[in-house]
C-alpha cells in the first residue's frame, strides 16, 4: 500500500537527496558524480517534498515551491508571456520515482496530491520541466508544452503548464 506524506525528518530528506542522485546523477546525467551519492536540490531550503512511501521504503517523490524566480525563469527570458494569464503560481521539480514502482501508481497519487494542494491552495497554473524521456505521461496528465527545451543534450527537458481547471478534470475525477 502507498501512502503519500510530507518530508519532516531527518531520515526523509536523506532519501530524498539518494532518490535526487539516482535520477538526476545516476539516470537522467543532468549533474555531475559525487561520492556522497547524495545530491540536494538548489532550492532544497524553499521546497516541500510530498514523497510517497511503501511501507518504509520511499518509492517516489516530488517537490513543489512558490517563489519567484522559478527555475525556469532563469532559463527563459520573459517566461510569463508564454503562460495563459494566472494570478497564484507554483513549480514543480524533481518528479522523481524509483524504477520498480514506474509501472505502478505511485505518479498518479503523487499528482492527485498536488492537484489536491492546487485546489486547497488556489494556484491555478503549475510549471514543470518534464523530461523528455516522459513527455507522454506528462502530456496524459494534462501537462501543455510551451517554450523551447531547456537544459543539456544528454538532459533535455520541456517547460509545460497544467492549470488548475484541467487538473481538476484530469487528476481528481
Excluded at 165 to 173: D, T
Aim: no cysteine; aromatic share 10%.
Amino acid at each position: 500500500m502507498i501512502t503519500i506524506r510530507h518530508a519532516f525528518s531527518p531520515e526523509d530528506f536523506q532519501q530524498v537527496y539518494r532518490l535526487n542522485y539516482e535520477t538526476f546523477v545516476e539516470e537522467i546525467p543532468q549533474h555531475h558524480p559525487d561520492p556522497s551519492g547524495e545530491l540536494i536540490d538548489k532550492f532544497h531550503d524553499e521546497n516541500q517534498y510530498l514523497l510517497a512511501f511503501d511501507h518504509e521504503t520511499l518509492a517516489g517523490m516530488i517537490a513543489y515551491r512558490d517563489q519567484r524566480p522559478f527555475s525556469l525563469d532563469q532559463k527563459i527570458k520573459e517566461l510569463d508571456t508564454m503562460l495563459p494569464p494566472f494570478q497564484k503560481a507554483i513549480e514543480l521539480r524533481l518528479l522523481a520515482v524509483k524504477k520498480p514502482y514506474r509501472n505502478s501508481r505511485v505518479t498518479l497519487l503523487l499528482l492527485q496530491q498536488i492537484a489536491a494542494l492546487l485546489d486547497d491552495q488556489a494556484y491555478d497554473l503549475a510549471l514543470i520541466s518534464g523530461t523528455v524521456r516522459q513527455l507522454s505521461l506528462y502530456h496524459k496528465i494534462g501537462f501543455t508544452d510551451f517554450g523551447p527545451l531547456v537544459g543539456t543534450q544528454d538532459a533535455l527537458y520541456q517547460p509545460m503548464f497544467l492549470t488548475r481547471k484541467l487538473v481538476n478534470k484530469k487528476l481528481l475525477s
